[in-house]
């Protein structure tokens, strides 16, 4: 006789079970890795850039740059938010960072 006939009815349904449980493990796998490979290009959106005019007071160093709908946040090693136009560079407005306690 085969050896198939010499198993369990329930150890054959548990092979079954492994076996499609791998197959649906394998074929999520390839979808995840599918999906990141046509979607990273447009991940890799191109960064805005900051306008040529952007030109910060003498004596202060940015520390970290903000970008937002017509404006460009710039903060200065001198404690201060310098609010940028984003088109002409030219300063909208200043604010102080008042120390914390």
């Not at 079954?16 to 991940?43: D, H």
């Not at 805005?48 to 460009?72: N, S």
């Amino acid at each position: 006789m085969g050896e198939s006939a010499d198993r369990p009815p329930e150890l054959r349904f548990l092979k079954l079970l492994v076996s499609v449980l791998a197959g649906t493990m394998i074929l999520g796998l390839i979808t995840i890795i599918v999906l990141i490979v046509i979607r990273f290009p447009t991940a890799m959106a191109p960064r805005p850039t900051l306008p040529d005019a952007v030109a910060l007071p003498e004596g202060t160093r940015a520390e970290a740059v903000t970008l937002g709908r017509g404006w460009i946040a710039v903060v200065t090693d001198t404690d201060e938010i310098l609010i940028l136009d984003a088109k002409t560079g030219a300063l909208r407005q200043r604010v102080a960072i008042e120390p914390g306690n």
